[in-house]
């Protein structure tokens, strides 16, 4: 069973940064695709990024391109979402994702993703 927990969100002022992290267990010897997500209230839920691992590979929602990283150090190190230069509209809750792959490209679609973290809260004020 993958079992999924995230950390560091908080609240920040416009223009500021945040890292998220993402700590993944349960999944030893297979290749998942990690995902961020964000659901504002009222809005529905949009994939952010996504890494591919082991292996590296990563996708970016326009949204994020540009402001927003994923990377994760090693196969056994958590995932990570450095939000940069943040803009009120980011407010959100962000959950990570997991799915199984043979696939070396990862999707953005949560409907490919079955195992889900409880979320930490991303508040930026103006």
């Known amino acids: 069973q993958v079992r999924l927990v995230e950390s560091g969100g908080g609240s920040v002022q416009a223009g500021g940064s945040l890292r998220l992290s993402c700590a993944a267990s349960?999944?030893?010897?297979?290749?998942?695709?990690i995902g961020w997500f964000r659901q504002a209230p009222g809005k529905e839920r949009e994939g952010v990024a996504a890494?591919?691992?082991?292996?590296?590979?990563?996708i970016y929602a326009a949204s994020g391109q540009g402001r927003f990283t994923i990377s994760q150090d090693n196969a056994k190190s958590p995932v990570y979402l450095h939000l940069t230069s943040l803009k009120p509209e980011d407010t959100a809750m962000y959950y990570c994702?997991?799915?199984?792959?043979?696939?070396?490209?990862?999707?953005?679609?949560?409907?490919?993703?079955?195992?889900w973290g409880q979320g930490t809260q991303v508040t930026v004020s103006s």
């Open positions: 890494i591919r691992t082991p292996g590296g590979n990563t």
């Open positions: 994702a997991a799915a199984f792959v043979s696939s070396p490209v990862c999707s953005l679609s949560e409907s490919r993703y079955a195992h």
């Open positions: 349960g999944y030893t010897g297979y290749t998942l695709c």
